[in-house]
């Protein structure tokens, strides 16, 4: 994870499934809040507690101005984003998470520019949907930056025979749902979704695709899909498939115990849903790429990446 934050220069970075306790962070012996300190971030950690060794998210958010971290000057150094559009501000936010390539794959180049200080840090973090029937699993955590709002989420696994696919469609998708619209009625800023959503939506999302044994296999059934569909109908964008809609073969997740890693037999349950604004250059916040990064190891997912311009 180190290496990571330094190869990409990220700002943000996002984590599911950390399967924690408020216990470990605590731990004198894991030094758990302090992962990455050296390398100048901060981190927010919510844990589930309803059941140990279960769900769990973390953010990582880079320092900013007198309390950011010296400069490593054995660093990669990066390409300026300004290679990519012109002389703007931009950041780079990443969700990934700890547990045969085609001729259109887009480009994981990493990409830097200044971002003014202030709009990347944040206001408030909570960590809550507001209904105790959510809360108590460790899956969301909320940053309130200046000129945006993001949810970090590790949506409900609808399980092996599909025992809460009822709880997912008509509880956790509807609320969820319902408060990041809430959410931004409220700030007057974009509010956007990430990390491991648990569905994948569109036919290059699954390497098997139409295989008769996946309308029953969690985030794959019709009924998932169809959940996110209206998420996205209320207006808002799958930011990696909007920019490429035609490209086949990124995963973010592939099954270890199948080995389906090296033969890319995978399904894309990572994502950023992003209003529309911000897919208009009268926004403050534009999405300007996303992609994954599947040579990084370590985990049954990928990392996916989102590159923001943030003007000033």
Avoid at 122 to 138: A, F
């Amino acid at each position: 994870m180190t290496q990571l934050v330094q190869d990409y220069d990220i700002d943000v970075l996002a984590l599911q499934e950390t399967k924690l306790q408020e216990s470990h962070l605590d731990d004198p012996k894991l030094l758990l809040r302090n992962l990455l300190n050296e390398q100048g971030y901060d981190s927010y950690w919510t844990c589930s507690t309803v059941k140990k060794g279960y769900a769990g998210t973390v953010v990582f958010v880079k320092r900013r101005g007198s309390n950011a971290a010296p400069t490593n000057k054995a660093t990669k150094k990066q390409t300026d984003i300004s290679s990519f559009f012109g002389k703007k501000n931009g950041t780079k936010v990443v969700a990934t998470n700890p547990n045969n390539d085609d001729n259109d794959k887009p480009k994981s180049t990493p990409s830097h520019a200044v971002v003014d200080d202030k709009l990347l840090v944040p206001e408030e973090v909570t960590y809550t949907l507001g209904k105790d029937k959510h809360d108590g699993e460790g899956r969301i955590v909320v940053l309130d930056f200046p000129t945006f709002t993001m949810v970090t989420l590790y949506v409900p696994n609808s399980g092996q025979k599909l025992e809460r696919l009822d709880y997912r469609l008509n509880e956790w998708d509807k609320d969820l749902l319902e408060f990041v619209q809430e959410r931004q009625r409220t700030r007057g800023v974009p509010v956007m979704w990430l990390g491991d959503l648990n569905v994948a939506h569109k036919e290059f999302d699954a390497y098997n695709f139409g295989a008769k044994h996946l309308d029953k296999q969690a985030g794959l059934t019709p009924q998932e899909r169809a959940s996110f569909q209206a998420q996205l109908d209320a207006g808002y964008v799958d930011a990696f498939r909007e920019l490429h809609p035609e490209a086949k073969g990124h995963y973010t997740y592939w099954s270890q115990r199948a080995g389906n890693r090296v033969p890319n037999k995978g399904l894309r349950l990572d994502y950023f849903v992003c209003p529309k604004i911000m897919f208009s250059e009268e926004s403050k916040v534009i999405v300007r790429d996303s992609y994954m990064l599947p040579e990084q190891l370590g985990s049954d997912h990928g990392p996916a990446v989102l590159e923001l311009e943030i003007k000033p």
